[in-house]
């Protein structure tokens, strides 16, 4: 649950999920189709075991978390040590609906964990390379910068990997 959690705000943080942000070409889909893992962009190298190789299994790993923290016997529901280490109690439902809509939405942990995420995920694309920085943005050369989400209030979000979230010091 605690992993779960961290993933949740994680996510949230790193896209617009609310209803008013969905598309007309997302709310017109049927909750099938809404279920997808963030893209990968530019500068991510899926072939490389210790940069981008690892993202995508990381999103499955990330469903499978949210998928144990809302439907197991141990979830959101049962430990309430955890949850209140995080949230106040009336946010449980709050919570146990965003960690849903990350999920996309499904109804039982079977769906939950052969599924693919919301389809607002689907928006998302990570990249390797740093966005054009503006007077208010210093991106990755900012200091202890590891990753940000540029263009969240719009479509098409980038989440930036910049080159030290790679490495563990």
Excluded at 43 to 62: L, S, W, Y
Excluded at 73 to 79: A, F, T
Excluded at 95 to 101: A, E, I, P, S, T
Aim: charge should be negative; aromatic fraction near 6%.
């Amino acid at each position: 649950l605690l992993i779960a959690t961290t993933v949740c705000l994680t996510l949230t943080n790193a896209a617009p999920l609310q209803g008013s942000s969905d598309t007309p070409a997302l709310a017109a889909r049927n909750v099938l189709a809404k279920r997808a893992n963030p893209r990968l962009g530019e500068g991510i190298d899926e072939g490389n075991e210790q940069m981008g190789g690892r993202m995508k299994p990381a999103f499955k790993t990330a469903q499978q978390l949210l998928a144990h923290a809302v439907f197991s016997d141990k979830g959101l529901d049962k430990d309430d040590k955890i949850f209140k280490h995080y949230f106040k109690d009336d946010q449980k439902d709050k919570v146990k609906k965003v960690m849903l809509k990350l999920m996309g939405d499904p109804g039982s942990m079977d769906e939950a964990l052969n599924g693919e995420g919301a389809e607002q995920l689907g928006q998302i694309t990570f990249q390797g390379v740093d966005t054009e920085n503006t007077d208010d943005d210093e991106g990755c050369a900012k200091d202890g910068t590891r990753m940000y989400t540029e263009n969240y209030d719009n479509e098409d979000p980038i989440t930036v990997v910049c080159e030290d979230a790679w490495y563990v010091y």
